[in-house]
């Protein structure tokens, strides 16, 4: 069972339905007690970071999202839910993310169009489970005005190019980020969201042994 935070940030029911799809199941979840009952996660998010970190507060998620993380189980920020793994974001001041990614959260400089919209090819930094039968240069849907930088550069699975190239995709351990929407970039976005599924259900039968 993958879990998808219900903290009223997100495009829940089209990642739901995107998983659905690709053959796994999922479950909107609203209640941070709820997270013992899944063995994947995938935080969503739409708007500002001060106020998705604000909900997640609020909502009592912060401290169970990052015993979540600590657990070993497959982790998955997808838009602004990748966006607030880091530590930092200066969207309206500065404002603590939630740190499970080294980095900060800026804005793209002045010059080109704001928010960076539409199809956006990426450009593979290194291999990783979560690309897996995606080829190089494959393109997805991007929605964002702000993006993540990373204090480390091995964080950084994929990028693309906007004027700037920024990272479009990073991840350590069990925890993952896509800048990009997934459930709207089909195929590579369900592609990416099947390998997701592995990755959980790889897990689960490794903790089984």
């Known amino acids: 069972m993958i879990g998808i935070v219900d903290y009223g940030r997100g495009n829940l029911r089209s990642v739901e339905k995107a998983l659905e799809k690709v053959g796994y199941q999922a479950k909107i979840m609203n209640d941070p007690q709820e997270l013992s009952e899944v063995d994947g996660l995938i935080l ?17 998620w912060i401290e169970p ?40 959260v800026i804005k793209f400089p002045p010059g080109g169009k704001v928010p960076h919209m539409g199809w956006n090819s990426l450009n593979f930094e290194q291999s990783s489970r979560l690309l897996d ?22 964080d950084i699975i994929a990028t693309s190019d906007y004027g700037i190239v920024f990272p479009a995709v990073v991840g350590r351990e069990n925890v993952w980020g896509a800048q990009f929407h ?24 490794l903790s089984s042994n």
């Open 44 to 60: 969503p998010g739409v708007g500002a970071f001060a106020d998705a970190m604000g909900a997640l507060k609020i909502m009592d």
């Open 133 to 154: 039968g995606i080829p190089n240069q494959s393109d997805f849907y991007f929605v964002h005005s702000y993006y993540a930088d990373p204090s480390e550069s091995r």
């Open 65 to 104: 999202l990052t015993q979540f993380a600590h657990s070993g189980r497959p982790f998955l920020g997808i838009c602004l839910g990748m966006q607030l793994l880091f530590e930092i974001g200066e969207e309206h001041g500065e404002h603590a993310g939630l740190g499970l990614l080294a980095g900060r």
């Open 182 to 205: 997934p459930e709207k970039s089909s195929p590579w976005g369900l592609k990416l969201l099947t390998n997701f599924g592995k990755l959980v259900n790889d897990n689960v039968a």
